[in-house]
């Protein structure tokens, strides 16, 4: 299945954003096997011992297209290699940067932990405001402590007021004629 990353404003992606997971993961086990100089024997062991049953031959066409993996052969590959299966079908262009994937990944991570954070606050506030509603006397009190409490959290997560301000640039030392001077 290709699907293809279309920037807005673009009319045609370039090639290299194409995402073709198939590809992707030939020209990926390949780099993988060649960076760490093993042959498709060695790979083939290491699967087989990993419990993956997939032998040389078959590694070989992986690489080189000529056989599809399936879905159990991609985690065994991801596994042998340290890499996600997120990582292992990445765009070609990112498969020899490995580094780029994983900080790809982090971002894509962080912002799912974040969205989730963010709909788990707002099931929070929903609930105190529903209770609120049935308890209405104690409102004004209930959000000046949340207040409170999302204030001091921002405070806690800014840096401390000496590391926000540079230091004062020194004055360079001037000779001043009369200074020292027994004229």
């Known amino acids: 299945m290709k699907r293809s990353l279309v920037v807005e404003g673009d009319e045609a992606p370039d090639e290299s954003l194409m995402l073709r997971g198939e590809e992707n993961v030939a020209v990926r086990i390949k780099l993988e096997r060649e960076a760490r100089g093993w042959s498709t024997n060695a790979v083939s062991d290491q699967l087989n011992e990993a419990g993956y049953e997939i032998n040389p031959s078959a590694v070989w066409r992986i ?104 230091a004062a640039p020194t004055q360079p030392e001037v000779d001043h004629p009369d200074a020292g001077s027994d004229r």
């Open 63 to 166: 690489e080189n297209r000529k056989r599809r993996v399936n879905l159990d052969e991609a985690i065994g590959f991801a596994e042998l290699f340290g890499i996600s299966l997120e990582n292992l079908v990445g765009p070609p262009r990112l498969a020899a940067h490995g580094r780029a994937m994983e900080l790809i990944e982090d971002i894509r991570r962080r912002y799912r932990e974040m969205r989730l954070a963010n709909r788990a606050a707002a099931e929070a506030r929903d609930a105190l405001d529903a209770y609120l509603a049935e308890h209405p006397d104690l409102r004004e009190e209930a959000d000046v402590l949340v207040s409170n409490a999302i204030a001091e959290d921002i405070m806690d997560s800014m840096p401390a007021p000496g590391l926000l301000q540079q």
